[in-house]
């Protein structure tokens, strides 16, 4: 049985950021937060709190689901 990698969802934040062509600054005064902080959840250092997720996945117009790396369809 082959497992795929899951991504990690800090390596997910960098990839949407970078898509969109924004600074981590930009993404920072998003979530009302600094870049340092924001850079810290971007290198998996520290946790991103719940509420930025939602953030972010309004603003990216993406599921949580898609953020946190989850397979589609799983459990269901």
Do not use: W
């Not at 497992?3 to 960098?14: C, G, M, N, S, T």
């Not at 709190?49 to 949580?64: D, E, G, Q």
């Amino acid at each position: 049985m082959v497992v795929a990698r899951i991504k990690p969802y800090y390596e997910i934040l960098r990839s949407l950021r970078e898509d969109h062509d924004l600074t981590q600054s930009d993404v920072a005064n998003l979530l009302g937060t600094t870049q340092q902080v924001y850079s810290r959840y971007e290198n998996g250092v520290n946790e991103m709190p719940v509420r930025h997720i939602v953030t972010l996945c309004k603003f990216y117009r993406v599921s949580a689901d898609f953020i946190l790396g989850l397979p589609e369809n799983e459990g269901v």
